[in-house]
């Protein structure tokens, strides 16, 4: 490949997206509910925008879709996944802020409904709602045949938290150990780059994939039987965080030998990549000196479309789908606790206090997100 | 016009739709949270399926989009509505259950940002959160260039009301009085069958409507002096029934001259006019002896399209758009209540039962929806 990929070439301009978000939050003045009635909205030192009170409790809404993975199952047309990638994509954020997400509405556009598109949709939501255990409590499918070409797939979540128990990254503090728990693949951002990347090779996605798929700590959903394709590892569904971090959370409110407040932040690694990490604290660093394994996909889609590794980094999870920092104090006993569940999981760093900035065993480093 | 227009030959599969719908729903199994814990489903006789147990409380989620009256907007580049729209659609939904809305997240996908649509967009969904009186609690902006052609903006509302005082059709009786509160327009349903007559008829809608717009209980947003555009007309933002229908729910907890449990069903008329109703109850049906006023560019669209009084009443609002069905013991202390706040709203009809249909003063009649 004459020209290194990268994000922006592959038609996403992370810098134009935030202004236009940028200008939409300016437009908004505050909200016209009071303090101390229903739906008042709760300004955390995190900056999380979605919590409300709600009597004893905070409420927590989270929307997002599940972007251009959505063309790749669309061309297969594989709809197994996309349900559990919309899913994860929202209560994966609510888990953040240490909310339990319990109900889940699901929005399509189509150019056309399709009956069997829907059925597969449908399973998809239902196995999502028992992964990340939620209600689904409604829906919409809209016909847009003049705004859409092909299907979109977005939803919101809804979670719940006891009032003075959010994880707002305020207790952040430097040698805070950091706990990274392992992706199942490219979960729901970077498509368009995995996209470019894959035309200009030339690469079939209902070919076998052309690297080793096998990684620990993942399987990967296959709708054929032999060795794994290309589709069937690019496609597969986003973790879904719900267990094992809402039940770490509930221990923690309960009888395990570490509490809540140990728990300083959770992030979720998304589009930004580890660069997400700096928007849970204005000032400390964040040393990942030792980084969960590259998901092979990564290494393969870095070589093939000669990506930079810093790119590689900022665009997608590498291996890592969400990042608990927690008090040194505590932190073998959480991660114990975690390895149970998730025995893939591991410490992966350390907050430090020398700078704003992430810093990873790649020698990658971001300063801003 | 040669041959008169409906909501068919215009694009929109009603039937399609509905089993598309259906397949997604068929394919979900029922919810793993247990009752009595947050966000267990609730079922209620009526079908609203967006409810689940809170505590003492039980809270609601509506989901939905604007449709393709965006088409309309972005081809006028006139943004200044869409965001009241899209709420009216999540928060008049809520409404009907009883609940009060609380919250709101919207979701634009949108081919490539544009931080002035943006802008544009955040002043309107102020403007809704204003008047339906939530909090924006979140939103998403999406990149989707292969996906989307034109903006597409959703949201979801988030609502509750006390356990045990849902607003559920189980009270509705014969005689009952139904009260009408009238529409500000097209609302937010029917706009591929509007766009097609414009179109057919060769009309700008930058020129003066072809009409009188002028209609008690409505006034038109206009972004231009003079008389008001057909692109106004059409594009007047969706009555937002928060104030007064959150406020008649509260006095009837409160001290007013009638209680909640005489508020026995609330119907918000959207795409499927007044065949809405018939959702309400099984059996029961639906008198509208002396309705509101049709909205005069209702009755432009009829003419110039040719268009069949039943399709339009399917399709349309025709001017009524909200109808709440009253115990007659309490129905003169609702309606004088509800008047000193929204003065053109009447009783329009009665509840019947003499067969589950509506039927309406201009002889239309609907037996399904």
Same mark, same amino acid.
């Given at each position: ?166 994880? !707002? ?49 993942? !399987? ?131 907050? !430090? ?5 992430? !810093? ?10």
């Amino acid at each position: 490949m004459d020209e290194p990929m990268d994000y922006a070439s592959a038609g996403v301009d992370i810098d134009l997206e935030g202004s236009a978000v940028a200008s939409l939050i300016g437009a908004l003045s505050s909200s016209v509910r009071a303090p101390g009635t229903p739906g008042a909205p709760v300004h955390l030192p995190g900056g999380f925008g979605g919590l409300i009170e709600f009597g004893d409790n905070l409420l927590a809404l989270a929307t997002d879709g599940v972007g251009s993975k959505l063309q790749i199952a669309s061309m297969l047309n594989q709809w197994s996944g996309v349900g559990v990638d919309c899913m994860a994509m929202n209560v994966n954020d609510l888990l953040c802020v240490g909310a339990e997400p319990i109900a889940f509405v699901d929005y399509v556009a189509v150019p056309k409904p399709d009956p069997d598109v829907h059925a597969a949709l449908g399973a998809s939501l239902a196995e999502a709602c028992r992964l990340a255990r939620v209600t689904l409590a409604g829906g919409e499918t809209a016909s847009l045949p003049g705004i859409v070409n092909e299907l979109d797939l977005s939803g919101t979540a809804l979670g719940w938290l006891p009032k003075g128990e959010a994880i !707002t990254g305020e207790r952040l503090k430097s040698g805070d150990v950091l706990i990274g728990l392992p992706s199942s693949g490219i979960h729901s951002n970077g498509y368009s780059l995995v996209r470019r990347i894959v035309e200009h090779l030339g690469a079939s996605y209902s070919d076998e994939a052309p690297f080793e798929t096998t990684h620990e700590g993942r !399987t990967i959903v296959q709708w054929t039987s032999g060795a794994p394709t290309l589709g069937e590892v690019v496609l597969n569904p986003t973790r879904i965080y719900c267990d094992p971090v809402v039940d770490l959370l509930m221990a923690a409110r309960d009888d395990a030998p570490f509490s809540i407040t140990d728990v300083h932040g959770i992030c979720h690694i998304t589009g930004g990549g580890l660069s997400n990490l700096l928007r849970l604290h204005p000032s400390l660093g964040w040393a990942i000196d030792e980084p969960l394994p590259v998901l092979p996909e990564f290494r393969w889609l870095q070589e093939a479309g000669g990506v930079d590794t810093r790119e590689m980094y900022r665009t997608f999870n590498m291996g890592t789908g969400m990042i608990l920092a927690v008090d040194a104090d505590r932190a073998e006993a959480v991660l114990a606790w975690l390895q149970e569940r998730m025995p893939s999981c591991s410490a992966v760093g350390r907050v !430090t206090d020398d700078g704003h900035r992430v !810093t990873h065993a790649s020698g990658v480093e971001f300063t801003h997100y």
